[in-house]
Structure formats: C-alpha cells, structure tokens
C-alpha cells in the first residue's frame, strides 16, 4: 500500500532582503517572485507551489517586515503578518552577512505567538564571516518555539534539499491543492507588471525606485501571430523621477522594456511586444485607490 499523500503551507517571513524571493523560487524551480538587492522588492503575498509525487509544499513568500512609513507600508506589513495564520509551518529567514539584528529579533518575539511550528533558516552561508553561522545558530537553537535551524544559500542551493525535507516533515496527510504543473497563483498580468518593476529596481537610481508602481494596462495575443502585445504604465511620484525613468533620448526606458520583454517571453513562451509609459501620480503610496488600482488590495 502507497505512502498517503501530504501537503500543506508554508509561510517565508523575515526582514528586508534576506532572500525569501529567491529561496522560494529556488524551490518551485523558477521564477515566480521578482528579486533585486532592494529591500521591500516584494509587496504582496506571492504564492509558489513544490509538487513533488508525495507531498505538496505551497509557500507564501511575504513583504520584508519593517517599520512602515505610508499606506502601503502598512499594507505590507498586514500581508505579512496574515500570512502566519492558517499555514502548517512559518520558516524564518535570518542573513548570515548580516547576523541577527534588532529588527530580526523584533519578528522574533512576534513568531513566539505563532501558531504554527516556526523553523529558522541562516541563509546567505556561503559570503558569512567565519564563524557567525555558528554563534546564529546558538542563538536561534536557545529560542524554545523554534524548532530546527538550517543553514543554506538560496543563491547556489547549498542546504536547500534538506531544509525542505524539514518542511516536509511538517505536512499533513491531505489534497493536492494544486496542478502539478502550476507554480504560483499569479496571473500574468501581475507577472508582467512585477518583471517590469524588477528591471527598474535593478537599474535605477537609488532615489527613485521605492516610488515606483507598475499596472499592465492590456495584454493581447495577436491572431495572425504568435506575438503577445503588452501595454504597461510606470508610476512614480515626482516629475524629476518621470525624467530618470525615461532617461536621455528614451535610452533608460527602453533598457528596462528590453530586460523585462526577454523575460516576459520566456515565461508566456511567445514573443512579445511590449509598449511602456511612464506617468506621475504624487504621493502614490498613500493613496488608496491607486493602491488597489496596482494590486494591493
């Protein structure tokens, strides 16, 4: 008689830019959550899906947690939080480069409370000093409601393997959720937008891109060709920032149009023809309606 399949969900949460996005998509096996050496990169709750022929892993990777400084810092810390409800693990992700700091330990003391069992992961082992792996792990391991500590890279994979057969030991006898063939619930619309704004994250100035909101106006595959036409709409908050965006002769905008339509393409396996814009909506972040205009809802 077969082993009975198992699932359950799994909640990625810790401080800006520990790697949750690229841990999450090193286990679903692509892309699913934008990444850049910002911090806040993510801001909503992205969803991706292991399947494996026994068990199932869905994972939630959520918005660092940090302190917010408007409404759409506040939604993203709600998105976080929510996401330790109703999960049957919460894994914690700390940065080996950086050790566990006061903010660090600020979500610590709110996972105390958490329903679900916490597991803690030092990632980013492989650029560590010597020897803070080792005082992390003690400090972690001495925290009662954490109850293992993994050391791994998302970046090259190291430890990978054996952190999600710790998560595996946590899933419950239960349905598939989802498709084998489905990783995430994003709809690509909301992909396009999001590979649009890491572009912009990666190759912009530091000023700008915090300011920066992305909304796919219209997709289209055309009829006569395999050709998906995209129109999208960068907002930021300042006029200064439209001219950044935009660059000398168009030349910025058209570098971040280049960069996102050759990953557009891979993911909707089709070429792509994607038309952007960039518009000035002031204080942006602080208002409700573009906000849910955008995504966060």
């Known amino acids: 008689m077969s082993a009975a399949f198992r699932s359950g969900f799994v909640s990625i949460i810790g401080s800006p830019n520990v790697g949750k996005s690229t841990l999450m998509n090193r286990f679903v096996g692509q892309k699913v959550s934008i990444v850049s050496a910002r911090a806040q990169t993510t801001r909503n709750r992205v969803m991706g899906v292991l399947t494996k022929p026994e068990y199932q892993i869905v994972f939630l990777d959520t918005p660092g947690v940090t302190t917010p400084k408007n409404r759409l810092g506040e939604y993203m810390l709600k998105i976080a939080y929510d996401s330790l409800n109703e999960v049957e693990a919460v894994l914690f992700l700390t940065d ?7 903010k660090d330990e600020a979500l610590l003391q709110k996972l105390a409370s958490a329903k679900a069992p916490v597991i803690a992961a030092i990632n980013k082992i492989d650029a560590a000093k010597p020897g803070i ?4 792990r003690k400090k972690l391991a001495a925290l009662s409601y954490i109850g293992q500590v993994a050391e791994i890279s998302a970046e090259t994979g190291e430890g990978v ?5 710790l998560l595996r030991a946590h899933l419950e006898e239960g349905p598939k959720y989802f498709p084998d063939d489905m ?10 937008a999001e590979l649009i704004r890491e ?18 106006d219209k997709m289209l595959l055309r009829e006569d060709k395999p050709i998906c036409d995209v129109w999208a709409t ?3 908050e300042r006029e200064g920032h439209k001219g950044i965006i935009i660059g000398k002769g168009g030349a910025m905008l058209k570098k971040i149009g280049a960069e996102a339509r050759h990953d557009m393409e891979w993911m909707l396996g089709t070429r792509v023809n994607l038309q952007l814009w960039v518009k000035v909506k002031d204080d942006w972040r ?4 573009t906000m849910r205009e955008l995504g966060y809802e």
């Open 96 to 102: 080996a480069e950086k050790g566990i700091r006061e």
């Open 133 to 136: 792996v080792a005082e992390m």
């Open 161 to 165: 393997d054996s952190l999600e057969a």
């Open 183 to 192: 990783v995430t619930d994003q709809p690509e619309r909301v992909i396009c």
């Open 199 to 216: 572009k912009a994250l990666m190759l912009l100035k530091e000023e700008v891109p915090h300011g920066i909101g992305v909304g796919v």
């Open 234 to 236: 960068i907002y930021c």
């Open 286 to 289: 602080n208002s409700l309606s």
